[in-house]
């Protein structure tokens, strides 16, 4: 875990300054900020509407009496990616965006459940009630 952590805090910083300075080399500063800036607002605004769209999937899925697992789960991606989408940086750009566009965040939500699966099945998860 503590590896995790610091990959996270000290080697993602490394990659988001690199492409800044990379980026901001090949077409200017300012240009550079303004494209964060577009990517931010985009991002936004793909939120907001994907945002609503999982929205009305859950609330579907309470009128019929069904447990909206997958929308929950479909929410929260969207609200990772929202995230990453604020953090300035082309790389964390790019993440936010495969957890907010749908086609991706299918992918993304197989692999979770493989992994949830896997975990389950080695007894690896505990599940307490308080």
């Known amino acids: 875990m503590l590896l995790r952590l610091f990959l996270i805090f000290s080697v993602v910083p490394i990659i988001e300054l690199y ?3 990379r980026v901001g080399k090949l077409i200017g500063a300012l240009p550079t900020v303004a494209l964060l800036l ?3 607002l985009a991002g936004a605004w793909l939120v907001r509407s994907q945002g ?3 929205l009305r999937r859950i609330q579907d899925e309470l009128a019929m009496g069904r447990l909206p697992a997958a929308g929950l789960l479909d929410g929260a991606l969207v609200l990772l ?3 990453l989408l604020l953090t300035p940086g082309f790389f ?3 993440v936010g965006l495969f957890f907010i566009i749908p086609p991706t965040r299918a992918v993304i939500k197989q692999f979770l459940g493989l992994w949830l699966q896997n975990r389950l099945a080695r007894g690896q998860f505990v599940i307490r009630r308080f």
């Open 52 to 54: 609503f769209v999982i």
């Open 92 to 94: 964390s750009d790019v």
């Open 38 to 40: 577009v990517v931010s």
């Open 81 to 83: 990616g929202g995230l």
């Open 19 to 21: 492409l800044l300075i």
